[in-house]
Nanobody
Framework: QVQLVESGGGLVQAGGSLRLSCAAS????????VGWSRQAPGKERELIAA????????YYADSVKDRFTISRDNAKNTVYLQMNSLKPEDTAVYYC?????????????????????WGQGTQVTVST
């Protein structure tokens, strides 16, 4: 079982950048696909990015494509989400997650329903 802890959230002005980290416990983290999702007040949780165990395959939602970058450092058991050109509509709680099947394939069809284990989340607030 992998435990996930997110960090790096905060308050930033529109147009700014933040880097979120997802630190995992467990020796087998390096074989896990990992996803980042977010949930804004009154809205459903949205999968925004995912990365396979090797870092060779990634997924991005249209809402963050070309602005956010997911990466991982398996030696540090950490997955990152670099967020640039932030907009007020990016304000949400951001969660990292692992899928029901640890080595789930990452493709354009990757879905939030593939993920079943979540961290506690980190708040990101983008001001105008």
């Amino acid at each position: 079982q992998v435990q996930l802890v997110e960090s790096g959230g905060g308050l930033v002005q529109a147009g700014g950048s933040l880097r979120l980290s997802c630190a995992a416990s467990g020796r087998t983290f390096s074989v896990y696909t990992v996803g980042w999702s977010r949930q804004a007040p009154g809205k459903e949780r949205e999968l925004i990015a995912a990365i396979d165990w090797s870092g060779g395959s990634t997924y991005y939602a249209d809402s963050v494509k070309d602005r956010f970058t997911i990466s991982r450092d398996n030696a540090k058991n950490t997955v990152y989400l670099q967020m640039n050109s932030l907009k007020p509509e990016d304000t949400a709680v951001y969660y990292c997650a692992t899928p029901y099947f640890s080595q789930a394939t990452v493709s354009p069809w990757t879905s939030i329903t593939d993920f079943g284990s979540w961290g506690q989340g980190t708040q990101v607030t983008v001001s105008t």
